[in-house]
């Protein structure tokens, strides 16, 4: 992600995912969650430390089938998510997050089931209880108005928008349960299907590819889009209105679509054309594209960020240069096929995105990587980034710039100390051995050493995990 401080063209500023901060600030509270007595509930939350009441234990999901209506005129919402996952230990009951929507049944494995709301939290009580290691299906009819979650000026608002004319669809880091009941972490990945219905003649947009054509009946339009590739839940997307779309494929052969708000119909040529030849250029540099679409939407909310949502990094209210594409397209790789356990390591994430961009001003034959780097390492050593390590984010700042520019320096950092063959190598080895999967800052930094033959733990140590400005290198 990136915020729209990029707008004002200053190359050297970090351009981060939500609004940047310099210091703390409130993330919105996650919903208070009971902690059940019987050991045969799911856990209230999936295990992550910093943020230890989002996601849910006990099962995990594999796929999610959403069947969804939107009427943009009473900005009222109808939805069927059909749920499959497998038990990691027997289930008496477990818990999804759903925020705000009217639950109006449950069904598991087709049978009647219980279902109890607390906050965010919708627990689903099975008739019999689900045994260890068994696949299992839950259906959930819902309906009302989703809210997006616009309570924290670090990150802004996010989650479930309505627009003029439809919605804007941007989740990080936990808002996708303001329209579908989740598993809404990050450390649980599954496969996504869309149905969407929506007035004649606007356009639903989702994850990977469209499966069929629109089919329209009456005043209403259906699209159904499938994404067959793993995705944590805050990349998913339903974003919806009026679109001139165009669709091809990149130069390689990989289908690439854009789709801009009428608002911004003069950025549509260089959407599609600037995607296709980043999608390109970084399948040579981090490895074969993981997803089977590339592209991007620009709407006409004015969200002050970008989004890398699964195969349609979203633009908020402004026309993207090459930099913010280079950004966004990276994370399909770093954070959209590589995912991370824990937020704190979202270093991982916007860390690499943040020096792609610096990778593509190399490519470009503008600025040089080593340039910028030296650019940021000029600040002063009271300035604020080197207070912040990235490589533990801090659940109330998680979007701080140090993740941004001082995990980027960090990358660029390991480049200069391991050389460029030994580096390059590491980045497709890092991305090939851990494709669709969840990765950790303790497995980057034990390859990165084993690709190198070298030993980095000071180097890290200074730039991930020290309160200070590290030495000259």
């Not at 069904?107 to 906050?119: L, V």
Request: with cysteine.
């Amino acid at each position: 992600m990136r915020s729209s401080c990029a707008l004002v063209g200053v190359s050297l500023l970090g351009v981060l995912s939500c609004s940047p901060s310099s210091g703390d600030t409130v993330s919105p509270p996650a919903a208070q969650k009971q902690q059940p007595e019987s050991t045969e509930h799911g856990a209230p939350g999936i295990g992550d430390a910093d943020f230890p009441l989002d996601g849910n234990g006990g099962y995990d999901v594999a796929h999610y089938g959403l069947k969804l209506a939107y009427d943009p005129a009473r900005k009222h919402l109808d939805g069927t998510a059909t749920i499959e996952a497998v038990a990691k230990q027997r289930l008496a009951a477990f818990n999804l997050d759903l925020a705000g929507l009217d639950v109006e049944s449950v069904e598991i494995d087709d049978k009647p089931a219980t279902f109890d709301r607390s906050g965010d939290e919708l627990t689903l009580t099975p008739a019999t209880p689900i045994d260890d290691k068994a696949r299992f299906t839950a259906t959930i009819v819902y309906s009302g108005k989703p809210k997006p979650v616009e309570d924290s000026s670090n990150l802004g608002t996010y989650g479930f928008i309505p627009t003029d004319d439809g919605a804007f669809v941007t989740c990080e880091p936990n808002g996708a349960k303001t329209w579908f009941p989740a598993n809404d972490h990050p450390a649980d990945k599954a496969r996504f299907d869309f149905e969407i219905t929506v007035p004649k003649g606007l356009v639903a947009l989702a994850n990977g590819e469209m499966t069929r054509q629109p089919v329209t009946s009456g005043d209403k339009t259906t699209y159904t889009w499938s994404e067959k590739h793993p995705m944590v839940t805050y990349l998913a997307t339903m974003t919806l209105g009026k679109f001139d779309m165009r669709q091809g494929k990149t130069a390689s052969g990989i289908v690439n679509l854009a789709a801009v708000d009428p608002r911004f119909r003069s950025s549509l040529e260089n959407l599609y054309t600037w995607s296709g030849k980043i999608t390109d250029y970084w399948s040579t540099v981090f490895g074969p594209y993981p997803f089977s679409s590339t592209g991007g939407v620009v709407d006409n909310f004015s969200a002050g960020y970008a989004l890398e949502n699964q195969t349609k990094p979203m633009y908020g209210g402004f026309d993207p240069d090459e930099a913010i594409i280079a950004h966004e397209l990276a994370h399909q790789w770093f954070g959209n096929s590589l995912s991370i356990k824990r937020w704190s390591d979202l270093w991982l994430n916007e860390g690499f995105a943040t020096y792609a961009e610096w990778l593509w001003s190399e490519h470009a034959g503008r600025e040089s990587a080593d340039a910028i780097f030296r650019g940021y390492f000029a600040r002063a050593a009271t300035h604020p980034m080197w207070a912040y390590p990235p490589g533990k984010a801090r659940p109330k700042d998680l979007f701080n710039e140090s993740v941004y520019t001082r995990g980027g320096m960090t990358v660029h950092a390991l480049r200069k100390a391991v050389g460029d063959p030994a580096f390059f190598k590491l980045l497709k080895e890092w991305t090939s051995q851990n494709r669709y999967r969840n990765v950790t800052t303790s497995q980057f930094m034990a390859l990165a050493e084993k690709v190198s033959g070298k030993q980095l733990d000071s180097l890290f140590d200074a730039w991930l995990f020290t309160a200070k400005k590290p030495a000259a290198s």
